[in-house]
């Protein structure tokens, strides 16, 4: 199985950058996820690492090193309409997806 | 393309009753689907993998006799909670794989929120 920590929250300034960090144990990896999820919506997906490496994708990065077991989500220049929760998830070799519990990001103005 | 839809979005019935979701892949076909129970504030929790015209795969501490899913063809999939109880209330989403896409990634549905009475 995945276990899969990410931080619970986080505030951040509109126009700052956040960096929300995961970090996960598998038994068979075979791909990381990030998703934005609103309240009450489903999870929508913003980008894929399977290699170590940053992945660039407009105002979101994302970062993966599997020998350390760690990714991170890159926001820069935050809006408000990025406040909203965000879930990592690890993909094991049967195409199974599993998610951290969230971090809610707060974005201020 | 890669739109899941689900309906109903919203369903809130009597305890002991038996509540069905269904879950449509709308522009493609979807080989492998899956479904997910969200409670308050907490992640998705993978219930069970489907494929088309085969039993679903359960993941451990689900019922399947309490929840049914069914996977009848290539663009539908269906979750029945049957006799559901208070406890069974939340957010249940399915997903979607067509096994080709570049990151042989899932598609979500816009989820369903069941309150049981």
């Known amino acids: 199985g995945q276990n899969i920590d990410q931080p619970t929250e986080m505030t951040a300034t509109e126009g700052a950058i956040v960096q929300i960090n995961c970090t996960y144990q598998?038994?068979?990896?075979?791909?990381l996820f990030w998703y934005q999820q609103h309240a009450g919506e489903a999870p929508t997906f913003l980008s894929y690492?399977?290699?170590?490496g940053l992945e660039e994708k407009g105002r979101f990065s994302s970062f993966l090193s599997r020998s350390k077991g760690y990714s991170y989500l890159l926001l820069k220049e935050l809006q408000m309409k990025d406040s909203a929760s965000y879930l990592c998830a690890v993909r094991d070799r049967d195409y199974k997806l599993s998610f951290g519990a969230g971090t809610t990001v707060t974005v201020r103005a | 393309g890669a739109v899941v839809s689900q309906h109903p979005s919203r369903v809130i019935c009597k305890s002991g009753t038996s509540v069905k979701i269904e879950c449509r892949s709308l522009?493609?076909?979807?080989?492998?689907m899956f479904w997910y129970r969200q409670f308050p504030k907490k992640s998705l929790m993978l219930m069970a993998t489907s494929n088309e015209g085969s039993k679903a795969t359960y993941e451990q501490g689900v019922e399947k006799d309490k929840f049914l899913i069914n996977h009848a063809s290539l663009t539908l999939s269906t979750l029945t909670v049957t006799s559901a109880h208070p406890e069974d209330s939340s957010f249940y989403i399915c997903?979607?794989?067509?096994?080709?896409?570049?990151?042989?990634?899932?598609?979500f549905g816009p989820g369903t929120r069941l309150t049981v009475l």
């Open positions: 690492n399977v290699l170590d």
């Open positions: 598998t038994s068979g990896f075979n791909g």
């Open positions: 997903s979607a794989s067509d096994g080709v896409s570049s990151y042989n990634e899932q598609f």
């Open positions: 522009d493609f076909q979807a080989t492998t």
